[in-house]
Structures are given as structure tokens and as C-alpha cells.
């Protein structure tokens, strides 16, 4: 029998152990207590459902008192002989792991995040974990191993992704419109209680007019990242990862237009994103053609049938002698830049760039394509760009 005078004298151990009260009926499912390696005591139901033991919390003590937490055991007991629905077993890290993977499985950086979770956080708890166990230590454990390989921006990304799959184990429990029934007992997110600061890169790096013209004149720069870098000055800066996708069949040379598909579009609300041709830019894209057997307008040289990475690319521009150091992300800064000493406006700048739109009647109403005004924009950013590298 449990009471109050064992609960105030109960030890913790190494590891999570439970203490059980013996049923005296079958099918009432059983009253327990579980005690955590640090002091915390929760009270949980015990009971079978399609063969299965299935866990539920009833509460932590002694916010929840022993009396009320067998009151709350009885009437769950009650639903249990009278087959009414209860909350599914405790939540463990292998089901959270499935359900999070089902939510974000069509965000475009899923292969990405996936990865993190499958390399650093996979091997760190076994599918049957209780969520509710993940301590502050095991945070710091998971997070150690990104650490220990130097990758300080990748373990911020690994500290966002399971912090975000914990917040979604909540959201689960107390959301009114959960997909399913399960019960966690997390009243608080651990993660957040593992501070971890990332300094950034300071993103104001533009490369300078003579800059460009060295590196676009670069016989050093390997050739597929040569003609990156001079198709993405050419095309006025577009996203790394909008140019790095892009597929042959997107450049059409007799419209002369680069079409970006909605699906590599950043903001959601946006449809598609029409990019004007110049000479210049035909020019790089048909030597690309002419040298390619591959779909990709950048195929990997590494990995078969795949696009150049971005980490690849980034490794490369840092090898470049006589330049300070600069990302791929930087020319879309550059281009900017360069555009409004070349006397772009500003309004035809942020088209060629597809930059955030500022109102709700332009994102969601103007569906004019602006094609005219983006054609005249790029003539002046090709004419100053061909002044500068040539």
C-alpha cells in the first residue's frame, strides 16, 4: 500500500524504478508510483488495451496530492472496465520521433533535418524512452556530439530540432486538436533549460567591383564553380539554393526567362518567380549545356545524379587566393549593392530579387508579373557588370 509516509521517505535511484500497488480486480488497471534519478515522484495508471501495457500520468506529487491521485486513478479505472477511451501509453521518444517526421515531412529542408536527428539525437535514446525522462543531462549529451566534431552551427540546429520535437510533444498532450490521444506529463520544454549561444558570421559582406572582376576571371576557380559564380552574378543574385536546384528545362532560351518553381520559392504566399535573360546570362547557360549530359545546370562531382552542394561550393570560394573570405550568399548582397550603384531602382531591384512584398493587397491580389520592369532592370545591371569584369 502506498501512502504519504513512504512517498516523504522514497529514495531515488541510478535509473527510473516503479513502485506498484497489488489489483484486486482484473481489468481496473493498476495504481503507481514512478521515481526519477532526480527526486521527482509521479503518480501513473498501469492497463492493457489490445494486449498492450499502456501507461497514463496522473500527475507529479506532491502538486498532485495521493488522495486526489487515487480519485483520479478510479475514475480511470472506471472508463477502463467500462471500455471508455483513455489516453495512450506514455509518450516515448520512438512514437514522438514517427509523429514529428509526419509533420514536417514536406518542408523542403526535410532531408536535412532528418539527417540531424537520425545522426545525433537516434542514437542517444531508445524508442522507448519516455519523453518525460529526457533530463537536462541527456540534452547536454546529445548536444556534445556535434561539439566534440567542431560544428558549432550544426549543434544549434540539433538543440532547435529536439527542442522543437519536445514543444510538439506538448503541443500533442494539451492541444484540443491533436491527432491523437497520448499523454507526455511535460509541463516545461528541458531544452530551454540548456542555454547555447552561436555567434553568426556577420552577414554584411559585398564584394568589391575589382573582387568580382578577379574571381569571374579566375582560371584557378574550378570551372563548375566559376560558371556559379558568373551565372549568379548574371542573374542579378537569385538564392543559392533557388540556382544550385535549377534544372536545364527551367531556362527557357527563346522567352528568355529563368523560371523558379513555387516550391523553391522562400515565402510561402509567393507563386513563382520569373527571372529575365540577358545576353550575358544565355551565353553562360548554353556553354553549361554544351558541357553537361546531366539535368542539373550544376551537377555534383562527387555524387551521381545529384546538384552541387552548397557546402562544396562555400569550401571552394574560401580557397580562392587574393579574395577575403566570402560565402555564396554574399553575391545576392553584392548584386544589390552593385545594382543601386548602377542605377537600378529600388522598387526594380527587390522585383529581379523577389524580395518580401510589404502589404497585403500586393502578395495576395497583384498578380501582374512585372516582366517589363525586370527586363529594363537587368539591362542596366548586365551593361554595368560587363563593364566591371570585362
Not at 512517498?7 to 513502485?19: A, G
Not at 506529487?61 to 472506471?78: C, G, I, N, Q, V
Not at 543574385?237 to 535549377?246: D, N, P
Not at 527563346?254 to 550575358?280: A, N, Q, T
Amino acid at each position: 500500500m502506498i501512502t504519504d509516509r513512504k512517498l516523504r521517505l522514497i529514495e531515488p535511484r541510478d535509473k527510473p524504478y516503479i513502485v506498484s500497488e497489488d489489483t484486486k480486480t482484473r481489468g481496473e488497471g493498476r495504481f503507481q508510483v514512478k521515481v526519477y534519478p532526480s527526486g521527482k515522484i509521479s503518480f501513473q495508471m498501469q492497463f492493457f488495451k489490445n494486449g498492450k501495457k499502456r501507461f497514463k500520468v496522473l500527475g507529479n506529487y506532491p502538486a498532485l496530492s495521493l488522495a486526489d491521485a487515487r480519485d483520479k486513478f478510479r475514475r480511470e479505472s472506471t472508463n477502463l472496465q467500462n471500455d471508455k477511451d483513455l489516453s495512450f501509453e506514455l509518450l516515448t521518444y520512438g512514437k514522438l520521433r514517427k509523429l514529428y517526421f509526419k509533420k514536417i515531412k514536406d518542408y523542403r529542408g526535410f532531408k536535412v533535418l532528418s539527417g540531424v536527428i537520425e545522426r545525433d539525437i537516434d542514437p542517444m535514446f531508445d524508442d522507448d524512452k519516455v519523453v518525460s525522462e529526457i533530463s537536462i543531462d541527456d540534452v547536454k549529451e546529445v548536444l556534445s556530439r556535434p561539439l566534440s566534431r567542431g560544428s558549432r552551427a550544426a549543434t544549434k540546429i540539433l538543440r532547435g530540432q529536439l527542442r522543437l520535437m519536445i514543444q510538439y510533444a506538448i503541443y500533442l498532450e494539451n492541444s484540443p486538436d491533436s491527432p491523437v490521444k497520448i499523454s507526455c506529463g511535460i509541463k516545461h520544454n528541458v531544452v530551454d533549460m540548456v542555454p547555447y549561444t552561436h555567434k553568426h558570421r556577420r552577414m554584411d559582406r559585398v564584394l568589391n567591383e575589382a573582387e568580382v572582376k578577379a574571381i569571374w576571371n579566375n582560371e584557378k576557380l574550378g570551372v563548375n564553380y566559376r560558371n556559379f559564380f558568373r551565372l549568379q552574378m548574371a542573374l542579378s543574385g537569385q538564392r543559392v539554393r533557388q540556382l544550385l536546384l535549377a534544372t536545364f528545362d527551367e531556362f527557357d532560351l527563346e522567352e528568355k526567362v529563368f523560371i523558379i518553381p513555387k516550391e523553391r520559392i522562400k515565402m510561402k504566399d509567393y507563386s513563382e518567380h520569373v527571372v529575365p535573360l540577358s545576353e550575358l546570362a544565355i551565353k553562360i547557360i548554353k556553354e553549361l549545356k554544351r558541357s553537361s549530359s546531366n539535368k542539373w545546370v550544376f551537377p555534383s562531382p562527387y555524387v551521381h545524379n545529384q546538384h552541387l552542394s552548397s557546402r562544396s561550393l562555400t569550401y571552394e570560394f574560401k580557397r580562392i587566393e587574393g579574395v577575403n573570405e566570402f560565402c555564396p550568399r554574399d553575391l545576392r548582397r553584392t548584386c544589390k549593392t552593385l545594382m543601386t550603384k548602377a542605377g537600378v531602382p529600388i522598387h526594380h531591384r527587390d522585383l529581379l530579387q523577389q524580395h518580401l512584398k510589404q502589404d497585403v493587397a500586393t502578395i495576395h491580389y497583384d498578380r501582374y508579373d512585372y516582366l517589363r520592369e525586370k527586363r529594363e532592370a537587368m539591362s542596366i545591371w548586365t551593361d554595368f557588370l560587363e563593364d566591371i569584369v570585362k
